[in-house]
C-alpha cells in the first residue's frame, strides 16, 4: 500500500511570499488532516477534511493561510503571505475509521 | 491550553534497559490514546495505542499503560535498543477524531 505522499519535502521563501504544499493520501482514506509542527512542539492540527468537506479549520490562521481538497482526493495548502513564524514542517495525514493515521514524511518550510 | 503534555523534554537510557515515556492529559473526555515514534526528516509512525476501557496495552518491547483517574499514560520499552533513539509524541482523541499531541520526548538509547 501507497503511503502519503507529500511535496515538495523542503522549501525556503522570503517573508511576505507565497507557497504550497502538496498531499495526496492513501487512496479510500476519506479523512485527510493537515498538521503544523513547528521546532520543539508537537504537530498542531490546522484543518480537516472528510472527503472535499472541511470538517475543522478551528486553527487555521485563515487570513493567510488556505487549504483545499478537490474531489475529495489530494489536498493543497496555501500560505499567502508568509511570515516568519510559519517556519514549521507541514505534516499531511489521512485515516480510514477504524485505522489509525498514516502521516507523509512532511514538507519542512524555512521563512527567511 | 495544553490539553496533552509530556513534561520531559528528554531521556537517555542504556541499551537493554528499561526506557519509560510519560504523558498527561486534561480532557477526560479523551476515548482513544496513542504513541508515535517519528525520526528526523521523516511523518511520524504509529507505535501503540489504547482505549479508554483498557487499562494496559501490550505488542511486543512495547507497553502502553493508562491511568484515567490520574489522567495519565506512560510507554514503557523494554528492552531498550539503539534503534529506538527517536522523537516520541503521545496524543489523544475524542472519538477517534482529530488527535492532539503532546510536545513530544526525545529518547536516546546508548549502547
Known amino acids: 500500500e501507497a503511503g502519503v505522499a507529500q511535496s515538495p519535502r523542503y522549501k525556503i521563501i522570503e517573508k511576505r511570499q507565497s507557497v504550497a504544499f502538496w498531499c495526496n493520501p492513501i487512496?479510500?482514506?476519506?479523512?485527510l488532516y493537515w498538521y503544523q509542527q513547528i521546532l520543539g512542539q508537537g504537530p498542531k492540527l490546522l484543518i480537516q477534511?472528510?472527503?472535499?468537506?472541511?470538517?475543522?479549520d478551528s486553527q487555521l490562521p485563515k487570513d493567510r493561510f488556505s487549504a483545499e481538497r478537490l474531489k475529495g482526493v489530494d489536498s493543497t495548502l496555501k500560505i499567502q503571505p508568509a511570515k516568519l513564524e510559519d517556519s514549521a514542517v507541514y505534516l499531511c495525514?489521512?485515516?480510514?475509521?477504524?485505522?489509525?493515521?498514516?502521516f507523509g514524511s512532511g514538507t519542512r518550510l524555512t521563512v527567511v | 491550553d495544553q490539553q496533552v503534555k509530556q513534561n520531559s523534554p528528554s531521556l537517555s537510557v542504556q541499551e537493554g534497559r528499561i526506557s519509560i515515556l510519560n504523558c498527561d492529559y486534561t480532557?477526560?473526555?479523551?476515548?482513544?490514546f496513542l504513541w508515535y515514534k517519528k525520526y528526523p526528516a521523516e511523518g511520524p509512525t504509529f507505535l501503540i495505542s489504547?482505549?479508554?476501557?483498557?487499562d494496559k496495552n501490550e505488542d511486543g518491547r512495547f507497553t502502553v499503560f493508562l491511568n484515567k483517574s490520574a489522567k495519565h499514560l506512560s510507554l514503557h520499552i523494554v528492552p531498550s535498543q539503539p534503534g529506538d533513539s527517536a522523537v516520541y509524541f503521545c496524543?489523544?482523541?475524542?472519538?477517534?477524531?482529530?488527535?492532539?499531541f503532546g510536545t513530544g520526548t526525545r529518547l536516546q538509547v546508548f549502547p
Open positions: 495525514a489521512s485515516s480510514f475509521y477504524p485505522d489509525g493515521y498514516t
Open positions: 487512496s479510500g482514506h476519506a479523512t
Open positions: 477534511f472528510q472527503n472535499n468537506g472541511v470538517v475543522d
Open positions: 480532557n477526560s473526555m479523551f476515548d482513544y
Open positions: 489504547i482505549s479508554s476501557i483498557k
Open positions: 496524543a489523544a482523541s475524542l472519538n477517534t477524531d482529530k488527535l492532539i
